[in-house]
């Protein structure tokens, strides 16, 4: 699995970072152009590729990754992608979203980036990571100050493996926001079951301020959330029309 990460992008970065902070990593490359990081967790390679460019840009990332491992010769496969990022809205609606990619509906990529008419395979860990947000957001008490949504897909790149976007929207405010990166950082950790660091976790409550606890006492009390599952002979895809940019009623499915 891939994580990618961007400096130019303040919400990405607020993710990347607080992963880097809460799990382990071993350092694999890092110059001005990027920072190549992973980590282990059941039997599965995860890397983090931190860049300094639009991660609109990066169609075939995949690939992309894997010349940079065989560069450093631990030549590796890419089977899934995860772009950290900010999402932007007009509205301004602070939220915390998680959506598959492409431009099916543009005949140019434009600013969306991507290749025009293509969608990159969705990634089958979508819904987990939905649920596992709303449950750590209730678990913050922050129902009220972060709407967790999916999306429709409307922007690149253009990816050949499965790959969603993960988001913190919608200003800079909230791309910026410690808080927000550490429940995202928290969430996917949990989720891959990666190995946290002996450092005290910082907890969140309703008021935004911090507590203290072990990420032990975290790990300890997420029994109910989902975990990966790599499985393809369990469960039902299902493909979604329709329903405007936040989808709500596919989020209610």
């Not at 609109?56 to 894997?66: A, I, P, R, W």
């Not at 429940?183 to 946290?196: D, K």
Request: proline share 4%; net charge negative.
């Amino acid at each position: 699995s891939l994580f990618v990460a961007t400096k130019v992008d303040i919400a990405s970065i607020n993710i990347a970072n607080n992963m880097v902070s809460m799990y382990k990593w071993t350092e694999i490359k890092e110059d001005s152009e990027q920072t190549i990081l992973k980590t282990t967790a059941r039997d599965r390679s995860i890397y983090l590729w931190i860049v300094n460019q639009s991660l609109l840009s990066l169609n075939y990332v995949n690939k992309l990754f894997e010349d940079e491992l065989t560069k450093c010769e631990t030549p590796d496969t890419i089977h899934d992608v995860f772009f950290v990022s900010r999402h932007a809205a007009a509205s301004g609606t602070v939220s915390l979203t998680v959506h598959p990619i492409g431009i099916p509906h543009l005949l140019e990529p434009g600013r969306s980036g991507g290749l025009a008419k293509k969608c990159s395979p969705p990634n089958h860990h979508i819904g987990a990571l939905y649920r596992n947000i709303i449950k750590h957001v209730v678990k913050h008490n922050w129902e009220k100050v972060f709407q967790v949504t999916l999306e429709a897909t409307h922007h690149g790149p253009y990816v050949e493996v499965p790959t969603c976007f993960v988001e913190i929207g919608s200003t800079e405010t909230e791309w910026s926001n410690e808080n927000a990166g550490k429940i995202w950082a928290r969430c996917l950790g949990q989720y891959f079951s990666m190995e946290p660091t002996n450092m005290p976790a910082q907890e969140l409550n309703s008021d935004g301020e911090e507590n203290f606890a072990t990420h032990d006492g975290f790990v300890e009390d997420c029994e109910t959330y989902d975990e990966v599952d790599d499985s393809r002979d369990i469960g039902v895809a299902c493909m979604q029309i329709g329903g405007g940019h936040y989808v709500p009623k596919m989020n209610d499915m």
